[in-house]
């Protein structure tokens, strides 16, 4: 079976400082893929980032970055220079060879402050 | 152009009645998906289609029953609503290209509330 973890239900950041999102995740797959997803109050689903499994490097997009630690089987997403629009619920995900699907972790929710 | 359109974006109704969702795609994707997310936020699949082909049936009661008429559409009918039924049920599509960077387009999701 595949899962997601998510430990913290809920985050606090004060506007423009950095921020990190845990995740941690179970696969017996030796392939896989992690994604994070954000959904605004507004409800919709937004694609943030991916690391695959094999890949070296932390995969990084603009203010977005996984730090990924593959013996600890986490990926965690960091955010630099939190804006207030960056408030919104954060879902880590996993894609493995052995499963057809994305399966979702219980998410956390991200409050920034001005 | 929205990629993943689904309609209604609301959806109120009695218990017992029979409601469809549909959902579109115009990315040119292969492979479509319906999830659900109950009122905690938890996103669970439900079906996923590719070319019209049922891939993944999840363990939904047979009230639901997913139809793909062509694989740019995927409606979600749901038979004899119940109250659990209410949550928000998200379409989403992808290309299927095989590759564990398979990202999901999620349209912007039907709220479903049964009475």
């Known amino acids: 079976a595949q899962k997601i973890t998510q430990t913290q239900p809920g985050m606090f950041v004060q506007e423009k400082e950095a921020v990190t999102l845990d995740c941690t995740y179970d696969t017996s797959d030796q392939s896989y893929g992690l994604f994070w997803y954000k959904q605004p109050s507004s409800g919709e689903m937004i694609f943030l980032i991916y690391q695959g499994s094999y890949d070296e490097q932390n995969a990084t997009e603009g203010r977005y970055s996984l730090n990924f630690q593959k013996a600890r089987k986490s990926a965690n997403l960091v955010i630099s220079a939190s804006q207030l629009g960056d408030s919104a619920m954060y879902f880590c995900?996993?894609?493995?060879?052995?499963?057809?699907?994305?399966?979702f972790g219980t998410g956390t929710r991200l409050l920034v402050s001005p | 152009d929205t990629a993943v359109s689904q309609t209604p974006k609301y959806l109120v109704t009695q218990m017992g009645n029979d409601k469809s969702i549909k959902c579109e795609q115009n990315l040119g994707h292969d492979t479509m998906y319906w999830y659900k997310q109950d009122s905690k936020k938890f996103l669970k699949i439900m079906f996923s289609y590719n070319n019209k082909e049922l891939i993944i049936n999840e363990t939904v009661p047979n009230r639901f029953s997913p139809k793909s008429p062509d694989k740019a559409h995927l409606n979600l009918h749901i038979n004899s609503l119940e109250l659990g039924d209410s949550a928000v049920y998200f379409c989403a599509s992808s290309q299927d290209r095989g590759g564990l960077d398979e990202k999901l387009f999620f349209g912007s999701g039907t709220q479903l509330s049964v009475l």
């Open positions: 995900a996993i894609l493995g060879t052995g499963f057809q699907k994305l399966v």
